[in-house]
Structures are given as C-alpha cells and as structure tokens.
C-alpha cells in the first residue's frame, strides 16, 4: 500500500480531514489529535465541534459540560437535537424544544429529521416534514424497531397529562 502524508496537503485539506474524522467518531480524532502537534491544534479549534456526534461518544465516558456547552455554542446538530429533545418533553417548552429539533433537522442530523416530524405530525397534525425523510433512513428505522422489539405507546395521553390535542380530538 503506498503511503500517502496527510502533511504533505494545504492546510484547508488537512481541516476538512480533522472535521470529517470528528463526525465520525471520538476514537478516530482522538487517534488523529495524538499522531502530531499540528493534528492536535486542528483537532482542538473550536469550529471542530460543530462536527461531534456526541451521541456517538461510548457510554462508558462522561462528556465534560464545558464540551457540551462549546458544542452548543457551535451549533452542534446533535447537541441542537440534545437540547430540542430536553426542552420539548422535560421542560414542556414546546416552541423552543420544536425550534432546535426543526435547525438539527435542517443541518442534515438524520434522528432528528425522524423525530422533528413525527413529534409536528403528533402534537400539530403537520405532515409536511414527512416529505423530507429519504426512503433508506425510513427503512433503517423501520429495521431498527423490528429488531429491537420496543413497546409503542398507544395512548399518547401518557405523554401528556395535560389534556393536549392530537390532530384536532381532545383526549
């Protein structure tokens, strides 16, 4: 195999190289970051994690809050979906929750594509966002709940107790 420097590229390269290993996984850029000092100063800018998939960071180790918060701040789609989640279903702030949930979807965060629109089609009886999920990721989920066996909820007043509406009927 010949072997080909990563140093020997521009430097916009070498910066895309740390983002997409970034979005791939934690291991990877943390392999990346220990291979020299000049990876290790691209891995460690801050723009970088606008690239982590924090939900794909091992359960195993804790993420500090200050990364979680840079991520944020960068606009993380998946932090953005963190969050969107948090606000929506713990906090109740529907508007906001649905806010961050509707700017991961539109950077791309495939779960939260999924979620965006089944929670608008659930609580708002809006279809629309529907149109937008690829056909593979619809089989992916659908692979995934087939496999895993979950329990679906019937009764969406579970969720809420607070009288909601589901697509016009009171519950």
Same mark, same amino acid.
């Given at each position: 195999?010949?072997?080909?420097?990563?140093?020997?590229?521009?430097?916009?390269?070498?910066?895309?190289?740390?983002?997409?290993?970034?979005?791939?996984?934690?291991?990877?850029?943390?392999?990346?970051?220990?291979?020299?000092?000049?990876?290790?100063?691209?891995?460690?800018?801050?723009?970088?994690?606008?690239?982590?998939?924090?939900?794909?960071?091992?359960?195993?180790?804790?993420?500090?809050?200050?990364?979680?918060?840079?991520?944020?701040?960068?606009?993380?789609?998946?932090?953005?979906?963190?969050?969107?989640?948090?606000?929506?279903?713990?906090?109740?702030?529907?508007?906001?929750?649905?806010?961050?949930?509707?700017?991961?979807?539109?950077?791309?965060?495939?779960? *939260?594509?999924?979620?965006?629109?089944? *929670?608008?089609?659930?609580?708002?009886?809006?279809?629309?966002?529907?149109?937008?999920?690829?056909?593979?990721?619809?089989?992916?989920?659908?692979?995934? %709940?087939?496999? %895993?066996?979950?329990?679906? %909820?019937?009764?969406?007043?579970?969720?809420?107790?607070?009288?909601?509406?589901?697509?016009?009927?009171?519950?």
């Amino acid at each position: 195999m010949k072997y080909f420097p990563i140093l020997e590229m521009p430097e916009e390269i070498q910066v895309l190289v740390v983002e997409c290993v970034a979005g791939n996984s934690f291991q990877d850029l943390y392999g990346l970051r220990a291979s020299c000092k000049l990876m290790k100063a691209f891995a460690d800018r801050r723009s970088v994690c606008h690239f982590y998939d924090v939900l794909s960071v091992p359960w195993g180790l804790n993420i500090p809050a200050e990364l979680l918060k840079t991520c944020y701040a960068e606009r993380n789609p998946s932090t953005l979906y963190i969050k969107g989640i948090q606000f929506f279903f713990s906090f109740r702030l529907k508007e906001e929750g649905i806010s961050l949930m509707k700017r991961a979807a539109d950077a791309g965060y495939e779960r *939260t594509v999924y979620t965006h629109a089944i *929670t608008r089609e659930i609580f708002w009886c809006d279809g629309q966002y529907f149109a937008g999920i690829p056909r593979e990721t619809v089989d992916r989920i659908g692979k995934l %709940v087939r496999s %895993v066996k979950w329990g679906w %909820v019937a009764n969406v007043q579970i969720l809420w107790s607070d009288n909601v509406s589901a697509c016009g009927t009171l519950m």
